[in-house]
């Protein structure tokens, strides 16, 4: 695996902080749905890994999508244009679905969604038989990444349930509140013993998520797959 140059293509808003970097690779390659990508970008050639938040499905152009915290990097990213170019390499990662459809259901938080967003959209694409339930937890509404995008997965795959948590009491969205806990994945997710779970975030939130499941909910260490953004 080689850098390579790519070609940015355009710089979207997804929240607040949240921006979407959509980019065309000199040469694009075959990567899996949940894979990640190392970005160099700026005079400084700053690196951060990132997760690949469009799918295989969605071709034509690479998708990456960070959360702005102010450091050097967030604001070099968020200070490109169309027309720049920036270096990858790619892909990376074996936080992947499995080749066999089966019951699945990620648990994330705020930016943790990228690689998860990529995963229910290339299944919802193929029409795969995936079963899918999604825990997706925020602070506020407005701090959901891709609500849109997830609200019409849902519309489009009857075989994709998602429930958002948000910490902070909404009006305008059929929600959970409060923060994920061993009580509200038994809620949300009868059947949760005979799912496969894929957690990604930070390493705190990974961590505590994965404490649930195998502690309090007693899955078997196989049942749970696991991506830190370290870092964060
Ligand atoms: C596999 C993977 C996928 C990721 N996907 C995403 C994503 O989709 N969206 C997103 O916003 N972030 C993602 N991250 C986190 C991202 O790489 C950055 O670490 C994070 O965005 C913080 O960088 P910053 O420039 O905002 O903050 P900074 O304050 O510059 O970085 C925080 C600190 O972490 C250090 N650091 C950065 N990367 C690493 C690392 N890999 N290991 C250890 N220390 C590190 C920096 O040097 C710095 O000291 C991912 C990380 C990994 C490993």
Redesign the pocket.
Known sequence: MKPQKAIVVSVIKRAEYVRSLRFLPEQQLPFKAGQ?LRLEIGENKLK????I?NSPTETGYLE??????G????KALDGLKSGDTVFIEYPM?SFILDEKPLKIAFLSGG?GI??IRSMIKYATDKKLDFNIALLYVNKTVDDIVFRQDFEDMQAANPQFKLVNVLSEPAGSIDCKIGRIDSHIIEEAIPDFAERRFYICGPPEMVSAMKNILLNELHMPTEAVVT??????
């Open positions: 990640f951060r890994y990132l997760s938040s990456v999508t960070k959360k702005l915290t450091s050097d990097f967030s990662g930016i990228t690689p991506e830190n953004f370290q870092g964060y």
